[in-house]
């Protein structure tokens, strides 16, 4: 086809113009350098040893391009590749493979990358190549439509007892681990023309439901919906409350709600027919909090509330406080993105301040406390604790996303308002050294999550280098098994 000869003239001149955080050459160096994949292989205990009880698979999802990309590429648009760390008997076997999207698919068999890369795409201005993209759609060279344009490169979940691979831009395409470690895509899950969703579900471990919603560029610009145990999706509710596109990214729920974010981080197609980025940061809309009970069958019972300042990111833990009285609270820890102008083009310019954020049900007032002075991120709990009040937290310190310089335990049964900061134990990983970015070997380490310098139990050192990547997920054995 003409399409291939073209790619490559637009891409040759596209590398003249690009800005850096869009130029491949230089998204694509140090941690974020591409590998390939490697079947199941046997790990080297170089400290400590693994404790008997840490039985199933770490695993790691993050973007890893097959191909060298062409046009304007975000260091999210890489190719889904999940590295697993298969844990049993003390000792680890480690299998780094990719998602075999219908993106993926396709460009391994042509053997050259037609999909665009989608946040590139989103942070760009119009180019020669996205009218290429479209080209090849009309065409039929592909079909976003039927297939999809995800790369499932984001997070993993567990969702009606299934391991899914998530992106916000595709339907969750199902995995599994087989008892040797590798890492097997068995295809997409539409869950009945789900369309695309969210990265970030939550689950609820007494109920067994999914709670999850999609964001769109067209309204209804935010839809909530959930999937019971059994892995029905129920009807989905359109928010038609919210009046524009913007960036949401996760959200939380508790007993009786779920809670979204308005953040400033908006997204305008109609941008691109004057030559602009579709996503922009609009410093003149007041962030929201929206909330809306997680069982509602009409949009009209959601209400929102303003948080000037409040760009959420990432949601750890929300809960309900009802004191018995006239106040019933809703909790919310998540990160919060300052310097919130540079998150398009200067993301190293972010940093991230962790927040427990106190909605009161009946007033509608918002307040919100720094439970640490450092930047934090990637915050995780126990997961028996989803949607209840939790103590502690662990959250890794960034130095500037996504570089991760450690990582830290939150206490937050402490004031922050009389503490100041709720850290109670942390552990650095030294000078030159991030979490998801080393630079000459790779190890996988298990830390003593009771310690006060979080002490390292056991250092697994990893067969090859692993590129940086974005979330993880622990699956026990029994998870495994039944799968």
Not at 54 to 76: C, E, I, K, S
Not at 272 to 278: A, H, K
Not at 389 to 401: C, F, G, L, P, Q
Request: aromatic fraction near 10%.
């Amino acid at each position: 086809m003409i399409f291939k000869p073209l790619d490559n003239l637009i891409s040759t001149f596209n590398s003249l113009h690009l800005p850096p955080f869009l130029d491949p050459k230089h998204v694509l160096s140090g941690g974020f350098s591409p590998v390939d994949e490697l079947p199941p292989t046997a790990c080297t205990m170089v400290e400590g040893s693994l404790p008997p009880c840490l039985d199933g698979a770490y695993l790691q999802n993050g973007p890893n391009p097959q191909f060298t990309p062409r046009g304007p590429y975000h260091l999210v648009d890489g190719d889904g590749m999940i590295h697993s760390i298969k844990i049993s008997g003390g000792g680890a076997t480690f299998c780094s493979r990719f998602v075999r999207t219908s993106k993926f698919i396709l460009e391994h068999d042509l053997g050259y990358p037609v999909y665009p890369n989608i946040f590139g795409a989103f942070t760009s201005k119009i180019t020669a190549s996205m009218v290429v993209a479209a080209a090849r759609v009309l065409t039929g060279q592909f079909n976003p439509f039927t297939n999809g344009v995800g790369t499932a490169n984001t997070s993993l979940s567990l969702i009606a007892g299934e391991l899914f691979a998530l992106v916000e831009t595709d339907v969750p395409y199902k995995v599994k681990i087989t008892p040797d470690g590798d890492v097997i895509t068995v295809g997409r899950q539409d869950f009945e023309s789900l369309q695309i969703m969210t990265a970030h579900p939550k689950f609820d471990p007494e109920t067994g439901e999914t709670f999850a919603f999609r964001y769109f560029v067209v309204p209804p610009f935010l839809t909530l919906f959930r999937i019971d145990s059994n892995g029905k999706k129920h009807k989905s509710l359109p928010i038609f409350s919210v009046k524009g596109a913007s960036f949401v990214h996760d959200f939380a729920v508790t007993k009786n709600f779920a809670i979204f974010p308005d953040t400033q981080i908006v997204i305008n197609p109609l941008e691109i027919l004057r030559g602009q980025s579709m996503m922009k940061v609009d410093l003149g809309k007041v962030p929201k909090l929206g909330v809306i009970p997680r069982y509602a069958e009409d949009e009209r019972e959601m209400y929102w509330v303003d948080a000037p300042g409040l760009n959420l990111l990432h949601t750890v833990n929300s809960w309900e406080e009802d004191d018995g009285a006239a106040d019933h609270e809703i909790v919310i820890v998540a990160s919060n993105m300052l310097s919130v102008e540079h998150v398009v083009d200067k993301m190293d310019l972010v940093n991230l301040s962790m927040e427990k954020i106190v909605i009161n049900v009946r007033t509608k007032v918002v307040k919100r406390y720094r439970v640490s002075d450092r930047s934090l991120d990637f915050g995780v709990i126990n997961p028996k604790y989803v949607g209840k009040k939790n103590r502690y937290i662990y959250a890794a310190v960034v130095e500037s996303i996504p570089k991760m310089l450690g990582v830290v335990k939150i206490d937050l049964s402490l004031s922050p308002a009389e503490s100041g900061d709720c850290m109670v134990a942390s552990r650095m990983y030294g000078a030159e050294c991030y979490g998801s970015e080393p630079i000459f070997e790779s190890h996988f380490v298990v830390m003593d999550a009771k310690s006060a310098t979080l002490e390292i139990v056991a250092a697994v050192k990893l067969p090859r280098r692993v590129p940086q990547g974005f979330h993880s997920i622990f699956v026990k054995q029994t998870d495994l098994l039944k799968m």
